[in-house]
């Protein structure tokens, strides 16, 4: 099963206690357009990638690491 780009920010502004309004004004952006990105409708710019992984305390590669650990193991 694929990981999305937008699941994986999902998952790591919720494992960070952020809601989607406290990533938006970090990275100042709308919470609509967090909530396109998270739910697949659209996809960041690539120059907020630095940003959103900045906000969310990963790296930029760590941010793109979009399959889940359980399918690096099969």
Known sequence: MAYSLGKRIHDLRRSR???????????????????????????????LIPKIAWALGVSVPKLWTLETRKERKR
Request: aromatic share 6%.
């Open 17 to 47: 206690g952020l809601t989607i309004a406290q990533l938006a004004e970090k990275l100042d952006v709308s919470p609509y357009a967090i909530s396109r990105w998270e739910n697949g409708h659209t996809v960041p710019r690539m120059r």
